[in-house]
């Protein structure tokens, strides 16, 4: 059975079936492709109206309220999310780099600048496709061609978009005579996500392979990424933007970037600023992944038990609000055979997905 935002979807198909055109938009379409552009449709993971440009994740008055460094980073798409309904048998994309950076030294420009599309088997569950690979900042290129037969008139895709890279336009292309429709928003209220670098998606090796973007297709619920890299310190100015969202639960996970005196200091305030302005809404504090090589430095060992323990103090400090404070501990975030990390402190592939199964699960409990 199709969710509601899928079916309308379908009866926007049947609508272009009808006669309607399929939309065009900026740029010059190739003699055999149709192109749409996405800037205009219900994007998941962007959570604000009024922005500078079309894929920033923080409005624009947040540009004279948060840090430079956290304003820079919210230019990133990372998180968004382009859900549609084709029946098209082959799809294409083309869309502008904001950096020309594509990639880091660590994190391969598939991750980075890439754009990684999923689609929905007969079974209802979302499964990989492509991925981009970008080689510049003006990025063409065919994603899949022989797709197979769509059930019911249609097939539902998810494009994940770039990471750590901004987008100034994309577009989708397919063949002419086939047929696209973006999915309508989601009815359930989503989960937000404060965080780190390892929110943001480092080092996952494509978009959809970041623990948010894993966390939503566990739980097929709309997932906003607020991870700035090195700069999540639960800061008021932040927090004033992100208790804007109407949210099903805030999930906190800062510690990486805070010493364990910001921590002590700034949690409990964080999670009242967002309580008082979310009441129905939960939050999930979670504690820092340990360093995949934490077990032989000692130092960082010790770090890691004093940002524990000084978030655990702030959650008892929050215990006439248990019911809607959840707790999720660090040590094996990564799992416990020291090899969920790409350089010790951000996940690869896997310890994404050991991070997200965690989260979900404490998610699940939350949202019940």
């Given at each position: 059975?199709?969710?509601?935002?899928?079916?309308?979807?379908?009866?926007?198909l049947a609508?272009?079936?009808?006669?309607?055109?399929?939309?065009?938009?900026?740029?010059?379409?190739t003699?055999?492709?149709?192109?749409?552009?996405?800037?205009?449709?219900?994007?998941?993971?962007?959570a604000f109206e009024?922005k500078a440009a079309?894929?920033?994740?923080?409005?624009?008055?947040?540009?004279?309220?948060?840090?430079?460094?956290?304003?820079?980073?919210?230019?990133?798409?990372a998180?968004?999310?382009?859900?549609?309904v084709?029946?098209?048998?082959?799809?294409?994309?083309?869309?502008?780099?904001?950096?020309?950076?594509?990639?880091?030294?660590?994190?391969p420009?598939t991750g980075?600048?890439?754009?990684?599309?999923?689609?929905?088997?007969?079974?209802?569950?979302?499964?990989?496709?492509?991925?981009?690979?970008?080689?510049?900042?003006?990025?063409?290129?065919?994603?899949c061609?022989?797709?197979?037969?769509?059930p019911?008139g249609?097939?539902?895709f998810?494009l994940?978009l770039?990471l750590?890279?901004?987008?100034e336009?994309?577009?989708?292309?397919?063949?002419?005579?086939?047929r696209i429709?973006?999915?309508?928003?989601?009815?359930?209220?989503?989960?937000?996500v404060?965080?780190?670098s390892?929110?943001?998606g480092?080092?996952?090796?494509?978009p959809?392979m970041?623990?948010?973007?894993?966390?939503?297709?566990?739980?097929?619920?709309?997932v906003i990424?607020?991870?700035?890299?090195?700069?999540?310190?639960?800061?008021?100015?932040?927090?004033?933007?992100?208790?804007?969202?109407?949210?099903?639960?805030?999930v906190?996970d800062?510690?990486?970037?805070?010493?364990?005196?910001?921590?002590r200091?700034?949690?409990?305030?964080?999670?009242?600023?967002l309580?008082?302005?979310?009441?129905?809404?939960?939050?999930?504090?979670?504690?820092?992944?340990?360093?995949?090589?934490?077990?032989i430095?000692?130092?960082r060992?010790?770090?890691?038990a004093?940002?524990?323990?000084?978030?655990?103090a702030?959650?008892?400090e929050l215990?006439s609000d248990?019911?809607?404070?959840?707790?999720?501990e660090?040590?094996?975030?990564l799992?416990?055979d020291?090899?969920?990390?790409?350089?010790?402190?951000?996940?690869?592939?896997?310890g994404?997905m050991?991070?997200?199964?965690?989260?979900?699960?404490?998610?699940?409990?939350?949202?019940?």
């Amino acid at each position: 059975m199709h969710s509601p935002s899928v079916r309308t979807a379908l009866c926007a198909l049947a609508a272009l079936a009808a006669g309607a055109a399929t939309p065009s938009l900026r740029g010059q379409a190739t003699p055999t492709l149709n192109w749409v552009d996405v800037a205009d449709w219900p994007l998941e993971g962007r959570a604000f109206e009024k922005k500078a440009a079309p894929f920033d994740r923080l409005p624009a008055a947040a540009r004279a309220k948060v840090r430079q460094a956290v304003w820079r980073l919210s230019r990133h798409s990372a998180g968004m999310a382009a859900r549609f309904v084709t029946d098209a048998r082959e799809i294409h994309v083309r869309y502008r780099l904001t950096q020309p950076a594509l990639s880091m030294y660590h994190m391969p420009a598939t991750g980075v600048s890439g754009v990684d599309l999923y689609a929905r088997d007969d079974a209802g569950q979302l499964k990989w496709v492509a991925v981009s690979r970008p080689s510049k900042q003006e990025v063409t290129q065919r994603l899949c061609a022989d797709i197979a037969a769509p059930p019911n008139g249609g097939r539902e895709f998810v494009l994940y978009l770039p990471l750590y890279n901004g987008v100034e336009q994309l577009e989708i292309g397919v063949p002419e005579g086939a047929r696209i429709a973006p999915t309508g928003a989601r009815a359930a209220k989503p989960v937000v996500v404060y965080g780190t670098s390892i929110a943001h998606g480092a080092c996952a090796s494509r978009p959809g392979m970041a623990w948010p973007a894993i966390v939503g297709r566990i739980l097929d619920r709309e997932v906003i990424n607020l991870g700035f890299s090195g700069n999540g310190r639960m800061e008021e100015a932040v927090g004033a933007y992100v208790a804007t969202i109407d949210a099903a639960v805030f999930v906190v996970d800062c510690l990486p970037n805070m010493s364990a005196d910001q921590v002590r200091q700034r949690t409990a305030p964080l999670v009242r600023q967002l309580r008082d302005a979310r009441p129905d809404a939960h939050v999930l504090l979670v504690e820092d992944r340990a360093f995949t090589n934490a077990w032989i430095h000692p130092p960082r060992a010790r770090a890691h038990a004093r940002r524990r323990a000084a978030l655990r103090a702030a959650y008892g400090e929050l215990q006439s609000d248990h019911a809607y404070v959840h707790y999720l501990e660090g040590e094996h975030l990564l799992g416990s055979d020291a090899e969920g990390a790409t350089d010790g402190s951000h996940p690869n592939d896997l310890g994404m997905m050991r991070q997200a199964r965690a989260v979900a699960a404490a998610l699940e409990k939350a949202l019940r």
